[in-house]
Every structure is written in C-alpha cells, then in structure tokens.
C-alpha cells in the first residue's frame, strides 16, 4: 500500500497563507488521483482539492480561487497552497492517493487552524 505523509500544516491569521505538502512513497506516475481533503470538528470529511494523472483539477466551491492543487513529479508530492484563509477553513487536512488500481491511501493528517 502507497504510504502518504502530510506536512506544512499550523496557524495562520485570517487572510494569511499555508502551503500543505503530501509526499507519497510511490512514483508519482503510479497514481490517477491525488487530493486534499478535511475533517472539522463535528463535522463530515469534505473533499478540497483534487488533481488527477493528467493534470485536471477539481476544488470545493468553498475554496475556489483562494486554493491551488499542484503536483512535483520530480519530488512525488502533490501541494496545496492556501491563501485568503478564513476562519472557517480551520480542519484536519488530509491527503488522499489512489492508485491505477483503484487502492487509495490516507495520510495521518495535518492540522490547519486559521485565528486572530
């Protein structure tokens, strides 16, 4: 199984930024889908963010134009740049793989926490 690690994950003031990175233990190119996804308190996992083999891009409606999903084949890592962060994109964040054959993969998580 793919092993995925997140990282870049702390505090951040409203209207700040965070970078989020993923790195899977796998070729890049072993993969179709890799996303971000989160979980606040109380509430359901949402998907953020996703980004698929050939480079086409899916977002939320709640981060659109403020995230951006990005891959680096040459590091096997997906990013996700946060910027204009609200108070209401607080959560867990977690990274997603899946691979070829339909095998997905869950990283441990990262906290995002957005306050004055």
């Known amino acids: 199984q793919v092993q995925v690690v997140e990282s870049g994950g702390g505090l951040a003031q409203p209207g700040g930024s965070l970078r989020l990175s993923c790195a899977a233990s796998?070729?890049?190119?072993?993969?179709?889908?890799m996303g971000w996804y989160r979980q606040a308190p109380g509430k359901q996992r949402e998907l953020v963010a996703i980004?698929?083999?050939?480079?086409?891009?899916n977002y939320a409606d709640s981060v659109k134009g403020r995230f951006t999903i990005s891959r680096d084949n040459a590091k096997n890592t997906v990013n996700l740049q946060m910027n204009s962060l609200k108070p209401e994109d607080t959560a867990v964040y977690y990274c997603?793989?899946?691979?070829?054959?339909?095998?997905?993969?869950w990283g441990q998580g990262t906290q995002v926490t957005v306050s004055s």
């Open positions: 980004i698929t083999h050939g480079g086409s891009t």
């Open positions: 997603n793989v899946q691979t070829w054959a339909f095998e997905t993969s």
């Open positions: 796998t070729s890049i190119f072993s993969l179709n889908v």
